[in-house]
């Protein structure tokens, strides 16, 4: 690195969403010194707090190089949001969104640049399945591209024909970004698809074929599920003025939950001869784990819980967050039951008070910013 040698004014910001990439940063700032050249670049990482020192890394790097800079997040977390993070913290007129993997390769920075400066493109994309492109990491099934159903629901949601509308590689002015923020979702990691279906012209779009390598240090933070977050990204862009994605999701979830509910309590009712009140509880602390988990997985999987550890503490706080909401359904489901209402109806409104409580509760307890 060379942080006294010849430098034009700031043009491009490299936004870096980071998640435990430490290794990664001293080589990848390297990198694309070495690949921009001349051109004034400035690097944001945009670290959730990881847990390997990556916040303390990028600030050993910064003190080196004044062209690093970090946004350290605490108790938020998401690449999407850590985009868009880094596009309102930049005064670049030029921003790009890339993996601190060394997945991307930053040599395509400065032929995207261009094609967004020329006015040839207002998006430059790198994309792993345009012509030209190969990938080294066929190891996992999410790579295969997207089906040929999803690529022309991404083409009709956005307006343009993409190879690779998931991809985390791209580049456009910051002020087209900035402006197409309030209309972001920022949930999960589809940023890309987000900016260009939230513009209400469709952008043109220049792609670039992408040579994905394979990782170089640490782990994936996505996982194979990449559809799902596809297909919430459809949803969002349809639906999600009316009814948010997330509360559909944890609505979804919990009618699911239901199910579960019914049948554990049946099982116990009928089968076992448990009295309705113990067979409520227990279908209630029945239902709330697997709500806990599917929740988990769906609803929050852009802050998903994942160590051991966590997860247990995740799902106690979980139960916690919903007691309040669990004694109220018991409560008022055996007392209505008692009054002669039917079980099943007994049950269902006791459902519908703790879901209003569980929805409030887990998302500021549980996944809370
Ligand atoms: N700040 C922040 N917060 N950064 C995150 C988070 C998060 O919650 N999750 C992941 N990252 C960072 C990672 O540290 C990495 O730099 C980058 O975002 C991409 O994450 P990976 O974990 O390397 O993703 P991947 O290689 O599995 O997924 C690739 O393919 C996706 C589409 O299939 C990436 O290129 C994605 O950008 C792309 O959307
Ligand atoms: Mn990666």
């Known amino acids: 690195m060379n942080p006294t040698g010849p430098q034009g004014s700031l043009q491009l910001a490299i936004i870096l969403p980071t998640l435990n990439e430490r290794d990664n940063l001293a080589p990848l700032v390297e990198r694309i010194d070495r690949a921009l050249g ?33 946004i350290q997040r605490i108790g938020r977390r998401g690449l999407s949001s850590a985009a868009i993070e880094g596009f309102c913290a930049t005064a670049a007129p030029y921003c790009a969104v890339m993996d601190a993997d060394h997945q991307h390769d930053p040599k395509l920075l400065a032929p995207m640049l261009e094609a ?16 030209g492109a190969s990938t080294e990491d066929w190891g996992r099934p999410d790579r295969v591209q997207l089906s040929n159903v999803a690529n022309a629901l991404a083409r009709k949601l956005t307006g343009v024909k993409l190879t690779d509308p998931m991809s985390g590689y791209f580049l456009l002015p910051t002020e087209a970004a900035l402006k197409l923020v309030p209309g972001l979702s920022g949930i999960g990691f589809k940023i ?6 939230t513009s209400e012209e469709p952008l043109v779009v220049e792609e670039f074929p992408l040579d994905f390598a394979a990782r170089r240090s640490g782990e994936s933070k996505l996982d194979r599920a990449i559809a799902l977050d596809f297909l919430a990204g459809l949803y969002d862009k349809t639906f999600g003025k009316f009814i948010p994605t997330r509360f559909a999701l944890f609505g979804t979830v919990g009618a699911l939950g239901v199910l579960v509910h019914m049948a554990i309590l049946y099982l ?7 009295n309705f009140a113990w067979s409520q509880a227990i279908a209630t602390l029945g239902a709330m784990t697997f709500n806990f988990w599917l929740n988990n997985f769906l609803t929050y999987r852009d802050r998903r819980i994942r160590k051991a550890g966590e997860l247990l503490r995740g799902w106690a706080s979980f139960v916690a967050a919903c007691s309040v909401g669990a004694v109220a359904n018991v409560a008022i489901a055996t007392m209505l039951f008692q009054r002669g209402v039917h079980e099943v109806l007994a049950a269902l409104i ?3 008070i703790a879901s209003v409580w569980n929805y409030a509760l887990s998302s500021r307890f549980v996944w809370g910013r």
């Open 350 to 352: 006791g459902i519908a």
């Open 116 to 131: 967004v400066r020329s006015g040839r493109a207002q998006v430059a994309v790198a994309s792993r399945f345009a012509k």
């Open 38 to 70: 001349e051109t004034g670049w400035e690097v944001l990482v945009v670290d959730d707090n990881s847990s390997d020192g990556t916040a303390e890394e990028a600030r050993r790097l910064a003190r080196a190089d004044h062209r690093v800079r970090v």
């Open 192 to 197: 890309l698809l987000d900016l260009l279906a």
């Open 268 to 274: 116990f009712l009928l089968l076992a001869g448990a």
